[in-house]
């Protein structure tokens, strides 16, 4: 199985701040990456796939990179709404496996 | 607008079974494979299963293979995922989430839209 490793598992951030969130992936996944939100008690949404192809509808401030083991995803310019926590997904090869997850609280 | 809405999640017993469901709507369901992932409590997601769009190939996750049975029915536009043999160790909401193209082999999975999940309560 591919194993996703992401960092940090929380940061505290302001809002107007950038948070910068990472997975390596432990063997090649060429850009089948995606990054997803979930809020407490809420389902999880999809924000970027294909590493850096930003889903329909979500605010340009959130950018993903990287490819082959590592990547990142960027959120500029912080706003109350994108306190959550995040995962990516390998969609390389099954079993499909997701990082631990990084969770973004106010500081 | 894409909807998935899950059910049949409740408190079932160590070795019980459990069948839920996943109705779609807004989107042509025959159309796109369909896969099942799950949160324990307070944890992260766990990827359990996926099903082509005509329901003939399917993949299971080794952890949960021969316990766990993927299927669905198109002419009902519902999406089931079969458990068996349950564990306290599979507690957990469990999401259906639509995929972007039909096949899950020699393509690339791309989960893309969530139903709200389900809660699985396996407890004596």
């Known amino acids: 199985d591919i194993q996703m490793t992401q960092s940090p598992s929380s940061v505290s951030a302001s809002v107007g701040d950038r948070v910068t969130i990472t997975c390596r992936a432990s063997?090649?996944?060429?850009?089948?990456l995606a990054w997803f939100q979930q809020k407490p008690g809420r389902a999880p949404k999809r924000l970027i796939y294909?590493?850096?192809v930003l889903h329909s509808g979500v605010p340009s401030r959130f950018s993903g990179g990287g490819s082959g083991t590592e990547f990142s995803l960027t959120i500029s310019n912080l706003q109350p709404e994108d306190f959550a926590t995040y995962y990516c997904?390998?969609?390389?090869?099954?079993?499909?496996?997701f990082g631990r997850g990084t969770k973004v609280d106010i500081k | 607008e894409v909807q998935l809405v899950e059910s049949g999640g409740g408190l079932v017993q160590p070795g019980g079974s459990l069948r839920l469901s996943c109705s779609a709507s807004?989107?042509?369901?025959?159309?796109?494979?369909m896969h099942w992932v799950r949160q324990a409590p307070g944890e992260g997601l766990e990827y359990i299963s996926a099903?082509?769009?005509?329901?003939?190939?399917?993949y299971h996750a080794d952890s949960m293979k021969g316990r766990f049975i993927i299927s669905r029915d198109n002419s009902k536009g519902t999406l089931y995922l079969q458990l068996n043999s349950l564990r306290a160790e599979d507690t957990a909401v469990y999401y259906c989430?639509?995929?972007?193209?039909?096949?899950?082999?020699?393509?690339?999975?791309?989960?893309?839209?969530w139903g709200q999940g389900t809660l699985v309560t396996v407890s004596s």
């Open positions: 294909a590493a850096s």
């Open positions: 099903i082509s769009n005509t329901g003939d190939i399917t």
């Open positions: 807004g989107f042509s369901f025959s159309s796109y494979a």
């Open positions: 997904l390998q969609a390389n090869s099954f079993p499909l496996t």
């Open positions: 989430v639509k995929d972007t193209v039909a096949a899950i082999y020699g393509v690339v999975s791309r989960l893309e839209y």
């Open positions: 063997q090649g996944i060429h850009s089948n």
